[in-house]
């Protein structure tokens, strides 16, 4: 879990992070960010070039990327919209009131609100789902703070965080990042990612000590990451 470093290569600005692997990872992910896992004591001056040489490929992975993003329909803000929370789905109503409101009801997100444009409403949708993903992560982060403190490990707090490809991460000092973008996904998925970022205040890596602990913690989570993953 090292912390990215940002650097100039002849492909553009990329994000360096280093590992104990050893050979070079050259990755350019959805957002079009080029990613690079390099062995911890690589040099710049042998990173580089290896860099220049998959321009091309690079340059034909970012179109890639680029065509899938324009043909996904975005959300859209207006009645009748389909939006998910804790993986069932939900019809938008929206109405002008004030205050300003969202609850569900039914099959339904209630939006009251003074104006009622497309940006507003998305506003205080994201708000919305901000407060819950606040109140469910950390409730169920509280399930595990005597777990920790039986095995000595740092009490977990929640930061919530938007990560362009990942779910979660976990600091040493206890602070577990969960991507407010969960909130959408079923109970039992959330539950998977912060159970495995619990499994990091104990091992870090992604080692055999690491699954045995998240094996026996949550036998399921096969099933639970390929759910999570074709929900998006
Ligand atoms: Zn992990």
Redesign the pocket.
């Known amino acids: ?1 090292s912390r990215a470093e940002i650097i100039d290569t002849p492909a553009g600005p990329a994000q360096l992070k280093r590992s104990h692997r050893k050979t070079l990872a050259i990755s350019v992910l959805p957002d079009g960010t080029l990613e690079l896992v390099a062995p911890d004591h690589a040099p710049l001056e042998a990173i580089l070039p290896r860099v220049a040489k998959r321009l091309g490929w690079i340059k034909t992975q970012r179109r890639a990327f680029r065509e899938m993003n324009a043909t996904r329909p975005a959300l859209r803000f207006v009645t009748g919209a389909t939006h998910r929370y804790l993986g069932r789905q939900y019809r938008l109503k929206i109405a002008k009131g004030e205050p300003q409101e969202v609850s569900l009801r039914g099959a339904f997100f209630h939006v009251s609100i003074p104006k009622t444009g497309e940006n507003e409403v998305k506003q205080a949708l994201e708000a919305w789902y901000r407060r819950q993903s606040r109140l469910q992560f950390e409730r169920r982060l509280a399930s595990w703070a005597e777990w920790c403190r039986h095995r000595k490990l740092p009490q977990p707090k929640l930061r919530l965080r938007r990560m362009p490809k990942r779910w ?3 600091l040493p000092d206890g602070t577990i990042c969960l991507n407010p973008e969960l909130i959408k996904a079923p109970s039992a998925c959330i539950d998977y990612v912060i159970t ?2 619990i ?2 205040l104990k091992h870090p ?2 080692g055999p000590k ?1 699954r045995a602990l998240l094996q026996q913690l949550c036998p399921d989570w096969k099933r639970l990451k390929e759910r999570l993953e074709s929900t998006g």
Do not use: I, T, V
């Open positions: 879990m979660g991460s976990a495995h970022e499994c990091h890596d992604h690491f």
